[in-house]
């Protein structure tokens, strides 16, 4: 079940960065205020690194004075994804109810 959740949390992450880019602490409180749970930041950061390496998001870095800031933006294989997963879950859902 931890296993479900922690997959549900990542497809979460990349169907929120579908509506818009988003930095870390802003994309981890959306999260949190959709499942209505507190979000720990030792699985923001390492799940957001994962999701670059497997080719769902990719980072812009912004320059904000003498700090860089990262900001997650979705690629086309992110789209698909969200897109693929909200389409099985229509499909899961219709065979319950």
Known sequence: MKRILKDIKKIGLICILSKEPMYGYK???EL???MD???NP???YPSLKKLEKEGYLKIKVE???KRKIKKYVITDNGRKLCKDVK???KEILKEFF
Do not use: C, D, T
């Open 42 to 44: 030792s699985f923001i």
């Open 63 to 65: 320059k904000r004075g």
């Open 27 to 29: 994309l981890m409180k």
């Open 37 to 39: 749970k507190k979000i």
């Open 32 to 34: 949190e205020k959709r």
């Open 87 to 89: 389409s099985q879950l």
